[in-house]
């Protein structure tokens, strides 16, 4: 099955402590992103990857990193987390130039 | 940069029946792309249709079909036959035909369907 995969799906942590989200495509698309959804703001891209090795700053990169060593992969790390991080998070996956972004099924970061 | 507006924080329709969600967007660029994912409870986000601006032709995906004004940077999406599991939240989003392919996104328009 064709699918964007995330983990872990709830996360509860404490601030300053490193936490890596990982995400993973099986359609050997070349684009991926990370989006941030919050309350009355919808959702906003945090980084994006065209490729293996290229990366790039969405709307609101601060606090985060990312890295595209593989092509199915593309995992968000918060080196020092903050309470303002909070959030839901959704990875996202497309051919490039095709359009269409298909999503996983969301992780629910709570940062104490 | 572009902007999506979603008008209507929240509507209601009762099953079987149909309602037009609306969704308006501001950009400068001739080639881009439209879409309308829905969210329920569960948080997934499930495309629902998309729309290429070069055609012309509004997009349908069996109950659902939008209204493309291409001039008016308006997209609107009609629900026919209203089922409950419709209920969800839908986002409208823009995506560039290229550079950074980031989606814009709305900020949602929560629908109720009443039994």
């Known amino acids: 099955e064709a699918q964007v995969t995330q983990n872990p799906r709830y996360l509860i942590t404490v601030t300053g402590k490193k936490l890596t989200v990982t995400c993973s495509q099986n359609m050997n698309h070349e684009y991926m992103s990370w989006y941030r959804q919050d309350p009355g703001l919808g959702l906003r891209q945090i980084y994006y990857?065209?490729?293996?090795?290229?990366?790039d700053k969405g709307d609101v990169p601060e606090g985060y990193k990312v890295s595209r060593k593989e092509k199915r992969n593309f995992p968000l790390i918060l080196e020092s987390p903050s309470p303002n991080q909070t959030s839901l998070y959704f990875c996202?996956?497309?051919?490039?130039?095709?359009?269409?972004?298909?999503f996983g099924p969301g992780t629910r970061l709570l940062v104490l | 940069a572009q902007t999506v507006t979603q008008s209507q924080p929240e509507m209601s329709v009762q099953e079987a029946e149909t309602v037009t969600l609306s969704c308006t967007y501001d950009?400068?660029?001739?080639?881009?792309?439209l879409f309308w994912y829905k969210q329920p409870p569960s948080r997934q986000m499930i495309l629902v249709i998309r729309?290429?601006?070069?055609?012309?032709q509004n997009a349908t995906e069996n109950r659902f079909s939008v209204n493309f004004q291409k001039a008016a940077k308006s997209f609107s999406l009609k629900i026919s036959d209203s089922q409950l599991g419709d209920a969800a939240m839908y986002f409208c989003?823009?995506?560039?035909?290229?550079?950074?392919?980031?989606?814009?996104f709305g900020k949602g328009t929560k629908l109720t369907v009443n039994p």
């Open positions: 996202a996956s497309s051919i490039r130039g095709k359009g269409t972004q298909y």
């Open positions: 989003a823009y995506r560039s035909g290229g550079g950074s392919e980031k989606l814009v």
């Open positions: 990857s065209m490729n293996v090795e290229v990366t």
């Open positions: 729309q290429e601006a070069y055609k012309q």
């Open positions: 950009t400068s660029e001739s080639d881009y792309y």
